[in-house]
């Protein structure tokens, strides 16, 4: 498709200005710039219409099956959209007084309660805008917390190796060292590997569950009285809280402190990094070290206060305000009934389109069913026919349906990780599951078919590794 310079023709443009009629500013010479800045001169009718083609060159669950597995690509309701667009909230200045904005301060405030209900704990912050930042967050509240007590020979975080890797990396960059601790037979944690691990350098354990197999650690209980008794605290990464709202709680299974996805689990848009939102909780003996500002409600108006030893903002103003109205309007409109059937019908329509494809695709680790999501194996379809999860994610585009996560986890080879949320009805099922063997059998019949797929989208198989490396993100000028 042409870009925005290509479809440039000179002179061409929107006059809807006036004249300039104030004085213009003047500044020195070595201020400006030698040359004019290269714009491109488009009338509006242009303009509309190269953004309309952009948009249609990708994939959003508004155009099909969006089973990213790990990411919860769940419909995004409308309504949610048009309550954030309301002019009292988008209008909002982040500095106006408090008084002024009761309404937002008392969304942020009900939204932490419903979470806070939701996960178990007692306090909440809304400040991280992503779930990585909401783990580093926790983090940062761990190493408060020992540090309050001059415990400061705790410098490990255990991360288990079926763990999300932004687990990792959180940890790290909150200066803490990694240890890894492996997975048994079942794909949960090993609690000899996890004995044999803790100590008192433990600071903490993080745990993704369910974990990136899509499963629940049966050994949760066990797992963070581990923890416990050699004195580390535990954190529950809750991305994936989709597959258990509503039926189990971090704080019961023994959890400090766990952040969410917004984004994922409560609905809010995402992808293509945009707003998102990864509220942190924790226990009462944690919520002094929360960053502040926090919301609290008393004599009938709400106002802001900061905790006590309060680790400090990690992000400006409240965070992603947009984001928590979608996360509330989502929240009130299931209700006590709705959060724990969605977690429910999340959880059937994984097992439903895993039962589907048992027959030929191999299932890394679900013998007793999966939670929201599964992950397939492919290692014995590329021994037999060379066909790779690479080629199979990229002939699904073929036909429309957003590829599953590809070689995630990372102890899967040929790992291909679905999700298919609750919003899809039994015919997408269906359908994806029909595909899904139709390319089983291309691989056996015409494996070459596979191998160049997709054959029907604008671009194919970019080169991965240098546009990462290289990313060409300005437009090179002839001369
Ligand atoms: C998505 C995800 C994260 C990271 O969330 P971001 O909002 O992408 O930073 C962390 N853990 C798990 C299990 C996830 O699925």
Known sequence: ????????????????????????????????????????????????????????????????????????????????????????????????????AQGALEVLFRTEKLLCEITGMTGMTMQPAAGAHGEYTGLLLIRSYHKSRGDTARTKILVPDS??????????????????????????????????????DTAGLMLTNPNTLGLFDPNILEITRIVHEAGGLCYYDGANLNAVMGHARPGDMGFDCVHLNLHKTFSPPHGGGGPGSGPVGCKAFLEQFLPGPRVKYEDNRYSFFTPEHSLGRVRGFYGNFAVVVRALAYLLTL??????????????????????LAGHYDMACCENGCMHEFVMDLSRLKEETGVTAMDVAKRLLDFGIHPPTMYFP???????????????????????????????QEAHEQPDL??????????????????????????????
Request: aromatic share 6%; net charge negative.
């Open 1 to 100: 498709m042409q870009l925005l310079f290509e479809r440039s023709h000179p002179g061409r443009g929107m006059e809807y200005l006036p004249p300039c009629d104030t004085p213009p500013a003047v500044f020195d010479a070595d201020m400006l710039r030698a040359q004019p800045p290269r714009l491109p001169e488009l009338s509006e009718v242009d303009l509309d219409r190269h953004y309309t083609e952009l948009s249609k060159q990708t994939h959003g669950v508004n155009d099909g099956f969006y089973p990213l597995g790990s990411c919860t690509m769940k419909y995004n309701p409308r309504v949610n959209e048009a309550l954030a667009a309301l002019p009292g909230f988008s209008e909002l200045h982040p500095l106006q007084p408090a008084e002024t």
């Open 163 to 200: 763990a999300h890797g932004t687990n990792p990396a959180s940890a790290a960059m909150a200066g803490f060292t990694v240890v890894s601790v492996p997975s048994n037979a079942q794909g949960g944690v090993d609690l000899d590997a996890l004995k044999a691990a803790v100590g008192p």
């Open 335 to 356: 209700g006590r009934q709705g959060i724990p059937e969605a977690a429910e019908n999340a959880v059937l329509n994984a097992n439903y389109l895993m039962h589907k």
């Open 410 to 440: 990372l102890i899967v080879h040929e790992a291909l990780m679905v999700e298919p949320t609750e919003t899809e009805s039994v015919e997408t099922l269906d359908h994806a599951a029909d595909l899904f063997l139709q390319i089983w």
């Open 450 to 479: 596979v191998h160049g797929a997709p054959h029907t989208t604008p671009i194919g198989r970019p080169d991965e590794v240098t546009a990462a490396r290289k990313p060409v993100v300005r437009y090179a000028f002839e001369s």
